[in-house]
């Protein structure tokens, strides 16, 4: 096994026989000792100015472009890697633990709209959007919605129309990685013609056509990420922009957006944790305390810190990569064209919430016991350990939250998963009949009047489905 290098130097934190290697064939491992070496170079240090000045990390994502990255899983044909998902996860992981997290988290974006465009694509839209990607163009998802928060397969502030052989598209996001400095966005709104919430299309909207707002971002943590709000105020598109037919937004999502977000961010999680424990190692193996003569890594509570965080965290990258994997075996290696109405990602949907559940909880809890395992000097800013600390609590809050994705998987093991319901649309009837339980007979008869009175009206506005 050959020697994990930091520059000249052997790296002072976990050497490759703690990575699960096995997942990745020799040229990923090629791919990855590249970014470790573009991390140490300059990457890490444009990291820690990112997070001081609020700064987009153009620079970082440029960097990663000149050597292919930002067409990672993009067929080579198209003039990208063509790469697969187990790749597409070391690649992230690995931003995120050498490098830069806000970087790794506009990646994933970036990759996440690119695949989105790739799912279904055209000649026009792989000419203007995909080919360019060598030239160092980034593009972003803009999903999540004022009015919904977190639920961002609903987009309420949003709509689509046919317009002159196009379409006017509007669309509010409360949320949008990148937003202002994207070459291009693929959003989510409802359909023309919509007939409900679950008919959704997706577009792609040029960055000239977008208004955004980067000086109301500020955060916590990845403060490089600029994931401000972002609006496409009735922007007046050609025929070309929209990604797969009208109403395809539901398919989208689940063979492409949720599968290449959460496999990405799940890795950024495990690539920030991993990035304190060898911030610990480095910290922990150096500091001596004089009076007992013993280093802070000799003490037994510090080992069982760092055990403890390495074997939950490789158990959280198994997990990832074994997902990636299912993913490449079902999609011949990232290489499969699925025509709308078939899938093969979205088979694995209910486990990627897993492991984005499993990843988030895990670094939350890793950076905590790190920054404990280096006491006070971890606290301090100097060792870098506070800014992977804020940054890895995005991930318990991004959407899908770990809330939400707990309660879809115990709800779908428990009831099915039709009743996970995204679109609010089954009728709840045994809590409806516990609650009219509850009323008296005049209260009964006064909510029968009002239903009947709002069936009455609805009836007048839609006489067609009287009958
Ligand atoms: C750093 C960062 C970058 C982001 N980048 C993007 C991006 O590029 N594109 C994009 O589209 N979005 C992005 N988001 C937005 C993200 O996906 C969520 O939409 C956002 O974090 C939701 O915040 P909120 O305050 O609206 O939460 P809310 O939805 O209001 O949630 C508040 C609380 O309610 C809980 N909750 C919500 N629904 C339920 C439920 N059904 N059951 C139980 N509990 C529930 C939540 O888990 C949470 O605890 C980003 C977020 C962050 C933090």
């Known amino acids: 096994m050959s020697e994990k290098m930091w520059g000249s130097e052997q790296f002072w934190g976990l050497g490759y026989e703690w990575d699960p290697d096995w997942f990745l064939n020799d040229r990923q491992k090629e791919l990855r000792a590249l970014l470790i070496e573009l991390c140490e170079k300059?990457?890490?240090?444009?990291?820690?100015?990112?997070?001081?000045?609020?700064?987009?990390?153009?620079?970082?994502?440029?960097?990663?472009?000149?050597?292919?990255?930002?067409?990672?899983?993009?067929?080579?044909?198209?003039?990208?890697?063509?790469?697969?998902?187990?790749?597409?996860?070391?690649v992230c992981e690995t931003i995120a633990r050498y490098g830069c997290a806000s970087t790794a988290m506009c990646y994933v974006m970036h990759i996440g709209a690119v695949n989105t465009i790739?799912?279904?694509?055209?000649?026009?839209?792989?000419?203007?959007?995909?080919?360019p990607l060598g030239s160092g163009k980034i593009g972003t998802l803009s999903y999540s919605d004022p009015e919904t928060g977190s639920h961002f397969w609903y987009p309420i502030s949003s709509g689509a129309e046919r317009s002159n052989g196009g379409f006017k598209v509007r669309k509010k996001a409360s949320w949008t990685t990148s937003a202002g400095f994207a070459d291009f966005y693929v959003v989510q709104t409802t359909s023309p013609d919509f007939s409900g919430y679950d008919d959704l299309s997706?577009?792609?909207?040029?960055?000239?056509?977008?208004?955004?707002?980067?000086?109301?971002?500020?955060?916590l943590g990845l403060r490089g990420n600029q994931s401000g709000p972002l609006e496409v105020p009735n922007v007046d598109i050609p025929d070309e922009q929209i990604v797969g037919p009208v109403g395809d937004g539901a398919a989208s999502n689940d063979e492409s957006v949720d599968p290449w977000f959460l496999i990405g961010s799940s890795s950024v999680w495990n690539g920030i944790a991993l990035g304190t424990i060898d911030i610990a190692k480095r910290h922990t193996t150096r500091k001596r305390h004089v009076d007992v003569g013993m280093r802070v890594a000799d003490y037994p509570t510090i080992q069982d810190y760092v055990g403890e965080a390495v074997m939950d965290?490789?158990?959280?990258?198994?997990?990832v990569l074994s997902v990636a994997e299912a993913m490449d075996r079902a999609t011949d290696n990232n290489t499969k064209v699925l025509a709308p109405g078939e899938f093969a990602r979205a088979d694995y949907l209910h486990w990627a919430w897993q492991i984005k559940?499993?990843?988030?909880?895990?670094?939350?809890?890793?950076?905590?016991?790190?920054?404990?395992?280096?006491?006070?000097?971890?606290?301090?800013?100097?060792?870098?350990?506070?800014?992977?600390?804020?940054?890895?609590?995005?991930?318990?809050?991004?959407?899908?939250?770990?809330?939400?994705?707990?309660?879809?998987?115990?709800?779908?093991?428990?009831?099915?998963?039709?009743?996970?319901?995204?679109?609010?649309?089954?009728?709840?009837?045994?809590?409806?009949?516990?609650?009219?339980?509850?009323?008296?007979?005049?209260?009964?008869?006064?909510?029968?009047?009002?239903?009947?009175?709002?069936?009455?009206?609805?009836?007048?506005?839609?006489?067609?489905?009287?009958?």
């Open 313 to 319: 965290t490789n158990a959280s990258r198994c997990f």
């Open 357 to 467: 559940f499993i990843a988030a909880k895990n670094v939350a809890h890793v950076v905590d016991k790190m920054l404990h395992a280096c006491g006070g000097s971890g606290y301090k800013r100097d060792m870098e350990l506070e800014r992977y600390l804020r940054d890895a609590k995005a991930g318990w809050v991004m959407g899908p939250t770990n809330e939400v994705l707990r309660q879809f998987v115990g709800k779908a093991v428990l009831l099915g998963f039709d009743s996970l319901d995204y679109w609010n649309q089954t009728y709840n009837r045994r809590a409806v009949e516990n609650e009219v339980k509850k009323l008296d007979a005049n209260a009964k008869r006064e909510l029968a009047e009002q239903l009947v009175a709002q069936a009455e009206e609805e009836e007048a506005k839609a006489p067609a489905q009287k009958a």
């Open 202 to 219: 997706v577009f792609v909207i040029d960055g000239d056509d977008v208004e955004s707002q980067p000086s109301l971002w500020d955060a």
């Open 42 to 90: 300059e990457m890490r240090a444009n990291a820690k100015r990112s997070d001081d000045e609020l700064l987009f990390p153009r620079r970082n994502l440029e960097l990663i472009g000149e050597h292919g990255f930002l067409a990672l899983t993009v067929p080579e044909e198209y003039g990208g890697l063509g790469e697969n998902h187990v790749a597409y996860s070391m």
């Open 118 to 131: 790739m799912l279904r694509p055209t000649p026009e839209l792989v000419d203007k959007y995909i080919r």
